[in-house]
């Protein structure tokens, strides 16, 4: 038994944690090759090495993916100090290189001389599509404004269908339940972020972010975008890009009588978050949102025009509502505070509502001990207390999109 458990250890020397392995770079300059400080890790992996997301079989574990910062010119490399089969040869290595071939596109380099080689190249190299935008943030580091342009692409442009190939691998690193779309379908559009800056007196871009969006057909003749994925590499997070670009998606298909609204799939708390913030930047400049509107209530007014001037439906646009409203309420006033918590909190109240409904259907053919359970689940102090903890967490939520109003 002791043998045992001194071969479980010297096993468990083996086991890498693959968010720390794999080593992600945008990659400008030659020596930003051999520089650490330029690498960033995933979030998750889990879609590859499992939900332990760890790899066995090697130590010091080091999976290369570097890509050149505009073409997205990909070196995949695997290093490890020692591997399990050395020691042990009735035990087999993960294989960790074959994880990563599924889902990197074919004509990666496997050689770091060749990948420098065609950095050389990326002066070649430029953004897809149709400008749509351009704007600038200051780099207090560089001392200077960055430029930056977002593009909408055509899959059918020369050249992207591979780009974007590459380009889509990062979903899986940073998009826990990501997957790969089928862009042989015309109904996607893409828009893409792009950094301008300067290699040895030329203009070079650098790949910052994407978005898909898949345009659903509404009878009779109108179309639902709907925003399928979104992302901004790490390098660039925090910048301020996902709110440039999900503003000018917005306005661009604002700009189209065919499309009913625009939606998203699946959203994830930081997509929410970045909506509200740009639904409510576009939305305080429509008449029906002025301050001495928004004092009355939520109206159909508001619902309209925001739907029809920006695509923007009626469950998003009372959220907005409901934002701006909090921002010219004065929560030290008892009275004003309360009456804006009362009706926060009677939208909260629906689904409890719909609940309620459901279960008077359901008491013709319920037992008596399922009744039972189903009126003990919707006792009405829970209810209470379930509100509050609802209404405090909004609260919260539009405090610091708010916040962010005022700093923009």
């Not at 889509?168 to 826990?176: K, P, R, Y």
């Not at 921002?327 to 909260?348: C, F, G, H, I, P």
């Not at 459901?358 to 037992?367: D, G, Q, Y």
Request: aromatic share 12%.
């Amino acid at each position: 038994m002791a043998g045992v458990n001194a071969m479980e250890k010297k096993l468990a020397e083996y086991k890498c944690d693959t968010n720390e392995a794999i080593c992600l770079k945008l990659v400008r300059f030659p020596e930003d090759v051999d520089d650490e400080g330029t690498s960033f890790h995933p979030e998750y992996s889990h879609q590859l090495y499992g939900d332990d997301e760890v790899a066995f079989g090697y130590k010091g574990l080091q999976i290369q993916l570097y890509y050149s910062a505009g073409s997205l010119t990909t070196l995949f490399k695997v290093k490890y100090s020692s591997k399990v089969t050395e020691k042990f040869e009735c035990v087999e290595p993960d294989d960790v290189e074959g994880k990563i071939r599924e889902i990197i596109p074919q004509g990666f380099c496997g050689n770091t001389d060749d990948f420098i080689s065609l950095l050389e190249k990326e002066a070649n190299f430029k953004p897809f599509g149709n400008l749509i935008h351009t704007y600038s943030i200051h780099n207090e580091e560089a001392g200077e404004d960055i430029t930056y342009q977002i593009h909408k692409v055509e899959l059918a442009s020369s050249g992207f269908r591979e780009y974007h190939g590459r380009l889509q691998t990062f979903l899986m690193w940073f998009i826990e339940t990501a997957s790969f779309i089928d862009v042989d379908d015309d109904r996607w559009d893409f828009f893409l972020v792009f950094e301008k800056y300067n290699k040895d007196g030329e203009t070079l871009f650098a790949t910052v972010g994407y978005m898909t969006v898949y345009n659903y057909y509404v009878y009779p003749d109108k179309t639902r975008p709907r925003v399928s994925q979104m992302l901004i590499l790490p390098p660039f997070q925090g910048e301020g890009h996902g709110a440039q670009l999900l503003e000018t998606v917005h306005r661009f298909y604002c700009n189209s009588p065919k499309v009913q609204d625009i939606t998203a799939e699946d959203p994830s708390e930081n997509y929410v978050k970045l909506r509200d913030f740009v639904l409510v930047k576009l939305c305080q400049a429509l008449q029906s949102f002025s301050a001495d509107k928004i004092s009355l209530g939520f109206s159909e007014d508001m619902a309209i025009e925001a739907q029809e001037k920006l695509k923007i439906n009626k469950k998003h646009a009372r959220r907005v509502y409901e934002i701006l409203r909090l921002r010219a309420t004065d929560m030290s006033n008892e009275e004003v505070a309360r009456a804006y918590r009362l009706e926060v909190k009677k939208r909260l109240f629906g689904p409890y509502k719909k609940n309620q409904r459901e279960l008077t259907k359901m008491r013709k053919c319920l037992r008596p001990e399922e009744l039972a359970s189903q009126v003990s689940q919707m006792d009405t102090q829970l209810q209470h207390e379930e509100l509050e903890r609802g209404y405090q967490d909004v609260l919260g939520e539009y405090r610091r999109i708010i916040e962010r109003l005022a700093r923009a």
